[in-house]
């Protein structure tokens, strides 16, 4: 009996808790957690008169608040305007964890929006715009991937527009305008994204497809964007204006005629637009036709790139001689074991700058949109059929060797000519070596020297000795260098491709004088070349610029009449002078360099004993052939550094 009673009472008392919080939560409705994240925020942050919320009441009444039907969560928060100020303080706002809009537009609010907003997953709006707020953008707002709107203009951010922005698919309005940012934009693939603005910010390289449809003044304002409204990025297929038979890149077809057409109402537009749309229209056509697939990205699926297997180069070959499309014949065909998987649309879409202009055609550096740089050569008067420049490649692209520059790809239309290899970013030796010569200049010393030396004769001797192929224009611009100095030779083996109106070895400065009659390139001629390339390490001084004082005279003449006539010591870069005990190797180079520059060819040495000679010099010193560091002058001990001003070159001193 006293056991079933005071289990009754047991149950009626749970019913009585159970209603009066029921009720209770009815009342006074509203969510505790979020008003103590809400209050949080607004002590932390001084704000004008106006908004005041009273704790004692429910937040759900407060200004700027909107909680969802049942009064369970804060669904949406606005104070736009009123005079915030400062930082966003942590772990306030970033704890409402149901919100759904947040605006905190036209305040004072600085500093970097804080990484717990990524715990705000159902936001759907998010305007900034208006503040001073700073820092990178957010990548925690990249996994808010309910995001319609996200508004951050006019603030004043800064680094990239991270990648991961593609995540936030909902987005139907992005405004990034008037900030700092900087770096590519990313390609947002939003399917609903109508609103977008990124002008007045730093941004630079290609606009991607994606986003090619905004007006330019969506860009506008940046450091370098083109392409999609703005100027074409693509040096390598400029619209020039075609000639009526072959407009360029668009194959010879049955489509041509209508095609030109076309294209010349587009160059009449004057649009370069319209023109690069046109073609890749085409090309994606074609790839259509040709597969009998759909052909629904811009990008083409891996299986349709260019080939990258043996496999894939022999049909590529198949093409040419087999009756297949103009199309499928221009395309990138890329040697074995390539490393690189894009194609020529990509390139198309690359942007790119000018890193040289050379006698034989101009170089770009191409950043790819996933980020890969290569260096493109534009080949121009090349006068071989498509066949005999085949063949060229075939030699040229199965050299491998530490000490040259790999060819990667090559690209041959009736119009274009291009050559793909490694992009080497520390740059070429001609520029390390007369690069902003005098202030604030890292002088090249002599163990580095040394280094390119030895490497570059390794490249070439195994051009000539593996390869079977002579270089034909070997100069300081085309001895490019990794961050460790160590030297690789480029743009070699392409003389075939020239008629006779290029002047082999194409810098007349390096150019040996049986080759000024010959007009052809030989083992000997490289050797000859390599010779004033040592010279021009051990001087300073370039070949092919008239700093030698008198009118005419190349650099091994130069250095011959120096040496009969005067001190030896008075042929070297003045800026080796720092180092000290390097003068018998300089002498030993010099001597290496005079050999290689014979007027006579046979008494030159051949380049694979120019590279034991220049191992010997050294070979007692350490196992790859260099010596160690110990000439820079901060670590050396007896004081012996000669006087620079004593030493100074000839062409230096004025003559009285
Ligand atoms: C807050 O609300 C309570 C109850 O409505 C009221 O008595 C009190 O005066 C209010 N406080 C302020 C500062 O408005
Ligand atoms: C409100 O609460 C009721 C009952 O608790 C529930 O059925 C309803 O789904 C809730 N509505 C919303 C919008 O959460
Ligand atoms: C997000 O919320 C969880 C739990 O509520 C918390 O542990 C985490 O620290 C929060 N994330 C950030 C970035 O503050
Ligand atoms: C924001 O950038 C503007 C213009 O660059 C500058 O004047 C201002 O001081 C910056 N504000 C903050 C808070 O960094
Ligand atoms: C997109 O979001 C998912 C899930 O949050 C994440 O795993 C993925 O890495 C994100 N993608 C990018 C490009 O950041
Ligand atoms: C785009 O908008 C349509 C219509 O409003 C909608 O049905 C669709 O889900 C949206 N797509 C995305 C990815 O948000
Ligand atoms: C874009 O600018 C950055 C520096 O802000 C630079 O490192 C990068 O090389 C530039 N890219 C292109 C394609 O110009
Ligand atoms: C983008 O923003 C800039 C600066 O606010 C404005 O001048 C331009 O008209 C805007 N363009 C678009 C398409 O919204």
Redo the contacts with the bound molecule.
Sequence with gaps: MMAVSFSAATVVGFVLITLLSLSGERVNSEPIQDKQALLAFLSQTPHANRVQWNASVSACTWVGIKCDDNQSYVYSLRLPGVGLVGPVPPNTLGRLTQLRVLSLRSNRL?GPIPADFSNLTLLRSLYLQGN?L?GEFPTGLTQLERLNRLVLSSN?FTGPIPFAVSNLTHLTVLFLENNGFSGKLPNIQAPNLTNFNVSNNKLNGSIPQSLSNFPASAFSGNLDLCGGPLKACNPFFPAPAPSPESPPIIPAHKKSKKLSTAAIVAIAVGSALALFLLLLVLFLCLRKRRRQQPAKAPKPPVATRSVETEAGTSSSKDDITGGSTEAERNKLVFFNGGVYSFDLEDLLRASAEVLGKGSVGTSYKAVLEEGTTVVVKRLKDVVVTKREFEMTMEVLGKIKHDNVVPLRAFYFSKDEKLLVSDYMSAGSLSALLHGSRGSGRTPLDWDNRMKIALSAARGIAHLHVSGKVVHGNIKSSNILLRPDNDASVSDFGLNPLFGTSTPPNRVAGYRAPEVVETRKVTFKSDVYSFGVLLLELLTGKAPNQASLGEEGIDLPRWVQSVVREEWTAEVFDVELMRYHNIEEEMVQLLQIAMACVSTVPDQRPAMQEVVRMIEDMNRAETDDGLRQSSDDPSKGSDGHTPPAGSRTPPSVTPTP
């Design positions: 600085s001073q700073s004043n």
